[in-house]
């Protein structure tokens, strides 16, 4: 983007000059210390096959692992990657992803599509830009998978109530995927998202919602 290369790089959280995010922010940035839930990845008291989170709702994915909580710089940082259109954000974002992270199994990268009603308003769409910056490092194949798709009953629905009933549509099916998105919040859009693919799923997201106990 021409408009990135016009405008002076400075870190997002401190202002200071350089890079999008400075090395010292990037260290400083939250982790998600173990132990986790083996399957949704929200931090547990000792290491748990599901969490009372992952108990409670229906998952169709294998595993879901973040680089960060989603606390409020963190909340900071997506807001200007998402709605400030910093697309060198997204690299920043996977660079710490893969940095925290083990390289997944799978046949293939894909991400979360936008919704059916916000696409045309955003014009670029993070979760896509963070797949295929991971599957570059990870050196695997990134693929659109999925469309979100109108469901009759979403209809009349809220955009809230909407996103927490999405609905998936796969245009192909494989074995195994890596499915990117940038923040996994209660894990509803994962989960049909996955069940539309079909086969084994990890999810891996920049961020993670973290309830307080
Ligand atoms: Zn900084
Ligand atoms: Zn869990």
Known sequence: MLLDLLLPRRCVACGGGGSLLCAACCTALPTLT???CALCGAPVSWPVERSPESVARRIAFAS?????????EVRRFVHRWKEGGLRGLAAVAAEVVADRLPRPDADVVTFVPPDVWRSRRRGHHPAEQ?????AERWRLPCAGLL??????RQRGLSRADRQSNPTFRAVATVPSAVLVDD??????????????LG???EVVTF???VRRA
């Open 34 to 36: 173990p132990p986790l």
């Open 64 to 72: 879901a692992r973040a680089a960060v909580p989603y606390d409020d």
């Open 130 to 134: 963070l797949a295929r910056a991971l």
């Open 147 to 152: 469309h979100a798709t109108a469901d009759r």
């Open 183 to 196: 923040v996994y919040t209660t894990g509803a859009t994962a989960d049909a998202a996955a069940r539309a």
């Open 199 to 201: 086969g084994r799923v």
């Open 207 to 209: 961020a993670r919602a």
